[in-house]
Structure formats: C-alpha cells, structure tokens
C-alpha cells in the first residue's frame, strides 16, 4: 500500500514538473484588470457642496467604465502614518474626505479593481495642506458717541435792578403827563 501511495506521488511530482498537470492552470480564470484610475487629484480643504473645512482634505477621481470598486489609501508623507489603508470605495464614488495636520503633505493612492478582483497601477496625487493666512473677522470699535451740543433756548431777562425800575417808573410817569398836557391844549 505504501509503495504504492509513493508511486502516485512520483507521477503527479513528475507530470507537474514536465507540465502535464497543473491543476491550478486548470481551474483558473482569466481576470483582466481594469484601466488604473485617471484624475487622481488631492485638495484642501476639503469640500461638501458649498461648505469647506480647515480640518480636513479631499481625495478625488475619474469614474473607469471597467472599475468595479477603488482601493483608497492615504498617507501622511512626513510621518509615513496611513490615514486610509486601502479602503475599498464603490465604483460610483469618486471622491473622499480624510482629516489632516496643518503643515502636512498628504498622499493618496488609488488602485481600480475590477469585478473578478483584477488590479489596476496605483495612481496617486499628493498635497501640502497648509493655510496661507487665516482670515478672522474682527468688528471695528464703535466710536464713542459725542453728546450734541444743546441749542441755546432765548430767554428774558429780569429787569436790571433799582436803577432800570427808575428810569422805566419816570418814562410812564413823562408819557402820562405828556398825554395830558396834549389833551388841555
């Protein structure tokens, strides 16, 4: 039994090594990789619509026809630290947001795949993700308000005294005695 056991192991040995039997050839698939991905390109900050963060970066790409999927990876450049290790994203997605260090360059790498698993070249893009300057609103002082000048109201003045009383008591005495001196005439 045994010699016999060692026989089939020698034939099998031997037809794999001349090439008459490789059962993996045989049951194997042909698996095309799909065209590596187009477009790959790092921005900051990263973006949702109309609203933009400081904090965080975008990775993006071109749609491929024969992509089934896109392995994503992202690196910090200085550190080596992997942010997104290979992050299997579906093929209608085309873009993707990390968070980031001010001052850091980012890489990303993205692989298409196809549907049997083929793998496409890396196409990658990197970015320094740094603020040029940082814009915070400042509100000018109000000034401090100056009180308007009050406009002078007129007024009458009291009568100037004993001296005033005099002259206006002999001026009606003068004009009585005027009118009556006119009246004898």
Not at 60 to 86: M, P
Not at 95 to 108: A, E, R, V
Request: glycine share 8%; hydrophobic share 45%.
């Amino acid at each position: 039994m045994l010699k016999k056991l060692f026989i089939l192991l020698v034939v099998v040995f031997s037809l794999s090594v001349f090439g008459f039997f490789t059962p993996a050839k045989a049951h194997a698939q042909a698996c095309t990789p799909p065209a590596a991905a187009s477009g790959v390109t790092v921005e900051f900050p990263g973006c949702t619509g109309t609203s933009c963060d400081l904090t965080q970066a975008s990775c993006s790409w071109s749609t491929q026809a024969d992509a089934a999927s896109f392995n994503v990876t992202v690196t910090e450049v200085e550190t080596g630290t992997i942010i997104k290790s290979n992050e299997s994203e579906t093929a209608s997605t085309t873009k993707i947001l990390f968070p980031i260090t001010q001052g850091k360059t980012y890489k990303c790498d993205v692989v298409a795949v196809s549907a049997c698993g083929g793998l496409a070249p890396a196409t990658s893009d990197q970015l320094l993700c740094q603020v040029d300057a940082l814009i915070t609103p400042t509100v000018a002082p109000s000034p401090t308000p100056i009180p308007p000048t009050p406009t002078p109201t007129p007024t009458i003045a009291s009568p100037g005294g004993i001296g005033q009383s005099i002259v206006l008591f002999g001026g009606i005495i003068l004009a009585i005695v005027g009118g009556i001196i006119l009246l004898a005439l």
